[in-house]
């Protein structure tokens, strides 16, 4: 069942109570973990020099670090700025295992005006788990954040 998406768009906007970039990325993070089934890796990537996602607030295993544009799938969802949905991970040829569990993943890229500040990527150990119904969903999370949030 897609879970409430307005529900919990509600409930982020309220829980992200400052305009800081680090503690609102903990806070998403930790908070998309929580209420969203089936994940086992929710976490950011920041573009902190050009062209390379470094590691940000993450929930799940330890993790890749850094990954450039040109890589995987949060290099895609980067470098094209396109939600990536993967049902099945192990049919991208490029994409890069961190955890040996995640099956799907959905990577939203983040916008501060025309700059890519960075990636949400989302991994779950369930194949096609992500539906166009989550991709919607998810990306009005990433708005959420974006407009309660002082992206640097
Ligand atoms: N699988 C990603 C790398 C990041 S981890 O999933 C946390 C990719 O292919 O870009």
């Not at 993450?58 to 040109?70: S, W």
Request: glycine content about 8%; some cysteine; overall charge negative.
């Amino acid at each position: 069942m897609t879970p409430d998406y307005p529900l919990l768009a509600r409930q982020l906007g309220a829980l992200l109570d400052t305009r800081d970039w680090l503690v609102n990325s903990a806070q998403t993070c930790a908070f998309l973990m929580q209420e969203l089934p089936d994940l086992n890796w929710a976490g950011f990537y920041l573009q902190r020099e050009p062209g390379l996602l470094g590691l940000g607030p993450f929930q799940g295993k330890p993790a890749c670090h850094p990954i450039p544009f040109d890589k995987g799938v949060c290099g895609a969802a980067a470098r094209t700025r396109q939600t990536q949905r993967v049902a099945d991970v192990h049919a991208v040829d490029d994409h890069i295992a961190c955890d040996a569990d995640s099956q799907a993943e959905l990577v939203v890229p983040i916008l501060a005006g025309d700059r890519l500040w960075g990636v949400l990527d989302l991994d779950s150990p369930l194949r096609d788990r992500f539906t166009a119904a989550d991709q919607a969903g998810i990306e009005a999370l990433v708005d959420v954040f974006v407009e309660q949030t002082d992206l640097e």
